[in-house]
């Protein structure tokens, strides 16, 4: 299977990449996210609806659309193993807080002895066995992007300790679980909450890490890259639901 990830070449070389969260199971729509020349795809399995081959299909669909696959996990101890067997090329963990939960998640996602990964040369990741061995698993942890959701105060306190984790390649910002965790509910555009973001960004550079975040409007995102960001993805069914309701006086 390929293992090269356009996304993290990306990160490397300080280079943007623009995709799509997707929440629902919508292969087709996953092709037209490819043909309009996105890099990546998350696929949301912390809020969305996807069964385990629905997953395995939205991946597949990805792979084959030009797209990196990315999951985005739930909360279950498997979900990082199981994702990354099904062939994603990325994970984003929601919720991480402390430098050791980060140190979990790249335990989780990297095979020994970086990590603990079960390894299982059958998965459609390692080609159903065709792809299998030492080399895959090292192509695998050198290509897998590791990224995790930084999207509470706690978070925010323990920024610099959770960036320093060998293995992390991103810290992603949840600006909306960040403003209602932070106890603005009234949107993402509170000044203390611009201000704990810009705290992140701040030692996410002095420690060489890329930062990325949420953006659904043209003028968002490019506010976004031009602070720094170097991963963006839009939501789909928000860009969907301002499309329907432009269309119509109500």
């Known amino acids: 299977m390929r293992l090269k990830n356009k996304v993290k070449e990306n990160l490397k070389n300080k280079k943007p990449s623009i995709g799509v969260i997707l929440g629902i199971y919508a292969p087709s729509l996953v092709e037209m996210v490819g043909h309009a020349g996105y890099d990546f795809i998350i696929i949301d399995?912390?809020?969305?609806?996807?069964?385990?081959?629905?997953?395995e299909n939205m991946i597949r669909t990805a792979l084959l659309s030009d797209l990196v696959p990315i999951v985005r996990v739930d909360y279950d101890k498997s979900s990082i193993q199981k994702a990354l067997d099904r062939g994603a090329l990325g994970v984003q963990v929601p919720m991480i807080n402390t430098k050791e939960e980060a140190v979990e998640v790249v335990r989780r996602a990297k095979y020994p002895p970086i990590g603990k990964r079960g390894t299982a040369p059958m998965t459609r990741a390692a080609s159903f066995g065709y792809d299998a061995g030492k080399d895959f698993m090292d192509r695998s942890d050198e290509?897998?992007?590791?990224?995790?959701?930084?999207?509470?105060p706690e978070a925010v306190r323990n920024i610099e300790e959770i960036v320093r984790v060998d293995g992390i390649d991103l810290a992603f910002v949840g600006p909306y679980d960040l403003s209602v965790n932070m106890g603005y509910k009234e949107g993402i555009d509170h000044p203390e909450v611009n201000k704990a973001i810009d705290f992140v960004y701040e030692k996410a550079k002095e420690n060489h890490?890329?930062?990325?975040?949420?953006?659904?409007?043209?003028?968002?995102?490019?506010?976004?890259?031009?602070?720094?960001?170097?991963?963006?993805?839009?939501?789909?069914?928000?860009?969907?639901?301002?499309?329907?309701?432009?269309l119509i006086d109500k």
């Open 143 to 152: 290509n897998i992007v590791v990224i995790v959701h930084i999207e509470t």
């Open 45 to 55: 399995d912390e809020h969305g609806t996807y069964s385990a081959s629905e997953m």
């Open 209 to 246: 890490i890329a930062v990325g975040t949420v953006a659904n409007t043209k003028e968002r995102i490019d506010k976004t890259f031009r602070k720094g960001a170097l991963y963006i993805p839009v939501v789909a069914t928000e860009v969907i639901r301002k499309g329907f309701s432009d």
